[in-house]
């Protein structure tokens, strides 16, 4: 069993930069493979980055390659994703997830954290 809580987000401008941080529970993090997935105002929720559970593997939906980038610390049980070049369109509620299988799929995802909202203004 797993649980997992996002921080980290708030209010910034266009171009500018922000890091989410979730945070894991158990000894098995090390074993999991971790994502963010994202849900805007009326949008359905979407992938955004996931992480390997070694870290020898990342992923990341077209929309913030090249902006956004997914780390992990497993003797930290914590899970990052750096933001930079905002966008308003990258406004949106982040949830960390956690699986035993890498994919970017929502429906693969084991556990879930309540979420933390981002908010981009222009």
């Known amino acids: 069993q797993v649980q997992l809580e996002e921080s980290g987000g708030g209010l910034v401008q266009a171009g500018g930069s922000l890091r989410l941080s979730c945070g894991a529970s158990?000894?098995?993090?090390?074993?999991?493979?971790m994502a963010w997935f994202r849900q805007g105002q009326g949008k359905e929720r979407e992938f955004v980055a996931g992480?390997?559970?070694?870290?020898?593997?990342?992923s990341y939906a077209d929309s913030v390659k090249g902006r956004f980038t997914i780390s992990r610390d497993n003797a930290k049980n914590t899970v990052y994703l750096q933001m930079n070049s905002l966008k308003p369109e990258d406004t949106a509620l982040y949830y960390c997830?956690?699986?035993?299988?890498?994919?970017?799929?929502?429906?693969?995802?084991?556990?879930w954290g309540k979420g933390t909202l981002v908010t981009v203004s222009s």
């Open positions: 997830a956690a699986g035993r299988e890498f994919s970017i799929l929502a429906h693969s995802m084991d556990y």
């Open positions: 992480i390997h559970w070694s870290g020898a593997l990342t």
């Open positions: 158990g000894r098995t993090f090390s074993s999991l493979a």
